[in-house]
């Protein structure tokens, strides 16, 4: 999915520039004083932006050592929030300059009351908008869940999760990989230390250990001391 992302962000940010392009060609690389034609400005270098700190983003996350492993969050973290939302900002204006676009062509060739169709478009996208956020919200809770006791047991005699000795893990942390320990289930952070909001000290220092008792427990691990704040890091 990160990588499907990634491929629909380049296309969605070259096919932006592209049209813009052209629509800057067409009236002479001049830029009109009309609420449309600034709002269209606006969006087309508010796409650029997302594209930009997208790449830096996923750049970061594949290429970049991090910061000091105590920082309290790595600078990707910001990155990646400041990408996720002008990215929101993008898809409201973008839309809503659409939706100003087609109401204006209509008008102007003397079908006004099609303008609307333009209105229609943007309150189309809010619905589908909150039917996809609620849809994978409820996909989300149902099929994401705790495995414990007996049901987990079950699982382990029909073989359908491979199991791991604590001298292979030992052995694979060694190698570098990112596997931690969390009731008997064995994780692979995949990056994650690098944008989990507690920072990422916790996790790196924690690989082949079981972080139950910082998950569960009200326990903080910094600086290379055990600590017992009022809040727990998860």
């Given amino acids: 999915m990160h990588h499907l992302h990634n491929l629909i962000g380049f296309v969605v940010t070259a096919v932006t520039i592209g049209t813009c392009f052209q629509v800057y060609a067409y009236v002479d690389w001049k830029q009109k004083a009309d609420p449309h034609s600034i709002l269209g400005l606006i969006a087309f270098i508010l796409t650029i932006f997302v594209g930009i700190t997208g790449m830096i983003t996923s750049g970061m996350m594949h290429w970049y050592n991090g910061d000091k492993?105590?920082?309290?969050?790595?600078?990707?973290?910001?990155?990646?929030?400041?990408?996720?939302?002008?990215?929101?900002?993008?898809?409201?204006?973008?839309?809503?300059?659409?939706?100003?676009?087609?109401?204006?062509?209509?008008?102007?060739?003397?079908?006004?009351?099609?303008?609307?169709?333009?209105?229609?478009?943007?309150?189309?996208?809010?619905?589908?908008?909150?039917?996809?956020?609620?849809?994978?919200?409820?996909?989300?809770?149902?099929?994401?869940?705790?495995?414990?006791?007996?049901?987990?047991s079950q699982i382990i005699e029909r073989r359908e999760l491979p199991s791991f000795t604590p001298e292979q893990i030992d052995h694979a942390v060694e190698e570098g990989d990112s596997l931690v320990i969390c009731d008997n289930l064995v994780l692979r952070t995949a990056g994650y230390e690098k944008i989990h909001p507690g920072g990422k000290f916790t996790i790196v220092k924690n690989f082949g250990r079981d972080i139950a008792k910082f998950y569960y427990g009200n326990y903080a691990l910094t600086n290379g001391q055990l600590t017992t704040p009022h809040t727990h890091t998860g």
Avoid: Q
């Fill in 69 to 152: 492993a105590w920082a309290e969050r790595d600078k990707v973290y910001n990155v990646a929030r400041v990408h996720r939302w002008s990215s929101y900002f993008m898809l409201l204006l973008g839309n809503g300059v659409c939706s100003g676009g087609i109401a204006t062509y209509f008008s102007k060739i003397g079908y006004g009351i099609w303008g609307t169709f333009g209105v229609c478009t943007s309150i189309f996208f809010l619905i589908m908008l909150g039917l996809h956020e609620f849809f994978m919200r409820r996909f989300n809770r149902r099929n994401f869940k705790l495995i414990e006791g007996e049901e987990l």
